[in-house]
């Protein structure tokens, strides 16, 4: 009994050291996503928690958080009593802004311009896809009854939607049924270990800070090709087949966000993140013409833009900035918006015709502070 108790202590005392030493540090705690279920089919975090959320094994980003009382991160909370004008912003981590304060991530920055005349909420979840916006689209119709929604289209929005792809727990996915599409739900349900676990800061900074999970994936695959959709498919005939099934998934989405959203395509804006980083430089933004990435991205504008919706092509936007000043949109360990980013996406979205019926607003962009 000695013995196995000198070998308990010798294996758990670093441990125990280490995690000591994690909690004196300001690593990320989130909070909880809730089960998703048939009976609750809508992804969101426990409603109400003040966070801290870091990122980089230095924890070069470090942001004060806030879930509301629908459990999304935004500073407000939401009130489907209301009948002001609303705009719902609907997306992945990019909405969700954990790289930025509460209050600075481009839909809370736009409520704030029309305080007094409406409302911008916001969705967003990380790892979302189109498929998963469609939901996010008819939960808001429901709960909120929106006068337009803006989605933010991301590169990999496209593949991540199929289950074919993807299936990770509690979101919905394209699902094949013979003739088509059909939207099919992963439940989540967090287990019990996972609780116990989460409550390690050395754990959670393995797992938030340093990325464990997309680092092994990486490794896994040991692809030196900077195009995603070429890593992830590994042979040319795959990878074509990946961009023929996105294809679909894109006019599927587009088909059906009317009957999710219950708006005409005339109040629906599709906002589409710049080649990053490949924008900074002509050189390698031509050479990204040849990606995959890039024909998705075409495709999506092309079908959105045929079926009547308006779309914000952020990248002339960004690109100008750059040239102007040197402006860069991300971090140096993060590739997702900084703070300068969502001011210029919330510039972009003040500017549109969407924006400006439903506020009644001019589309000069200085009421919503691009500056630096």
């Known amino acids: 009994m000695k013995k196995v108790f000198f070998y308990c202590v010798l294996i758990l005392l670093p441990f125990l050291i280490m995690e000591g030493f994690f909690r004196l540090l300001p690593v990320s705690n989130p909070p909880y996503l809730l089960p998703v279920t048939a009976e609750h089919p809508v992804v969101h975090y426990q409603p109400n928690i003040e966070y801290l959320s870091s990122g980089g094994w230095n924890f070069s980003i470090r942001t004060r958080m806030h879930t509301n009382n629908f459990g999304y991160n935004n500073l407000w909370d939401y009130h489907p009593e209301d009948t002001t004008p609303l705009l719902m ?144 498919a590994g042979s040319p005939a795959a990878l074509e087949q990946r961009i023929v099934d996105s294809q679909r998934a894109v006019d599927y989405f587009l088909d059906q966000v009317p009957v999710k959203s219950g708006l005409g395509r005339d109040a629906v804006i599709f906002v589409l993140d710049p080649m990053r980083p490949a924008m900074y430089s002509p050189e390698e933004l031509r050479k990204a013409e040849n990606s995959s990435i890039y024909r998705m991205r075409q495709y999506f504008k092309t079908q959105a833009s045929a079926r009547g919706y308006q779309v914000i092509d952020l990248q002339p936007a960004f690109i100008h900035r750059h040239r102007l000043d040197g402006s860069r949109f991300e971090f140096p360990t993060d590739n997702h918006w900084n703070g300068l980013a969502n001011r210029l996406v919330a510039e972009e979205i003040r500017k549109s015709t969407v924006f400006s019926r439903i506020f009644h607003t001019e589309t000069h962009a200085s009421s919503v502070g691009a500056g630096n």
């Open 89 to 232: 912003v609907i997306g992945d981590s990019f909405v969700e802004a954990l790289t930025v304060d509460s209050g600075k991530s481009a839909a809370e920055i736009l409520n704030s311009a029309v305080s007094g005349r409406g409302r911008v909420y916001s969705i967003g979840v990380s790892g979302a896809a189109l498929s998963q916006y469609l939901a996010f689209a008819e939960f808001s119709k429901n709960s909120f009854h929106p006068s337009a929604m803006a989605f933010f289209i991301i590169d990999n929005d496209f593949d991540e939607s199929l289950l074919k792809y993807k299936a990770e727990p509690r979101f919905h996915y394209f699902k094949e049924n013979g003739h088509g599409f059909e939207l099919q739900l992963v439940d989540y349900h967090r287990s019990a270990i996972k609780t116990f676990l989460r409550k390690s800061a050395l754990l959670r900074y393995v797992m938030f800070n340093l990325q464990a999970g997309a680092t092994l994936e990486r490794l896994r695959h040991r692809c030196q090709s900077e195009d995603p959709y070429a890593c992830a």
